[in-house]
Nanobody, 117 residues
Framework: QVQLVESGGDFVQAGESLTLSCAAS????????MGWYRQAPGKQRELVAD???????LYEDSVKGRFTISRDNTQNRVSLQIDGLSPEDTGVYYC???????????WGQGTLVNVSA
């Protein structure tokens, strides 16, 4: 099974930018939609952005204009560019892939983003 590994999380100041990366151990063409989820401290995990196999993005309303998701099916990587970070963006960011030919999904282990005011 293809595994996903996130990277790029960091401790940053408000207003800065980060790019998170989700690297797959194999081809991401096994996934229809891939997404980035955020779990803030004490809260449930929530979808912030996802992208189809044809690179059609979808954003949660609160991140529109600041988050940019991209998918590279040749490099087997999904990225999330975050601009104008605020303390409300703090959390663990997870990458998820939905299998194309099975009712199954694959999650990465997460990468921590900590934004201080």
């Amino acid at each position: 099974q293809v595994q996903l590994v996130e990277s790029g999380g960091d401790f940053v100041q408000a207003g800065e930018s980060l790019t998170l990366s989700c690297a797959a151990s194999g081809s991401i063409l096994v996934f229809s939609t891939m997404g980035w989820y955020r779990q803030a401290p004490g809260k449930q995990r929530e979808l912030v952005a996802d992208i189809t196999i044809r690179s059609m993005p979808l954003y949660e309303d609160s991140v529109k204009g600041r988050f940019t998701i991209s998918r590279d099916n040749t490099q087997n990587r999904v990225s999330l560019q975050i601009d104008g970070l605020s303390p409300e963006d703090t959390g663990v960011y997870y990458c998820k892939g939905e299998m194309r030919w099975a009712s199954d999904e694959v999650w990465g282990q997460g990468t921590l983003v900590n934004v201080s005011a």
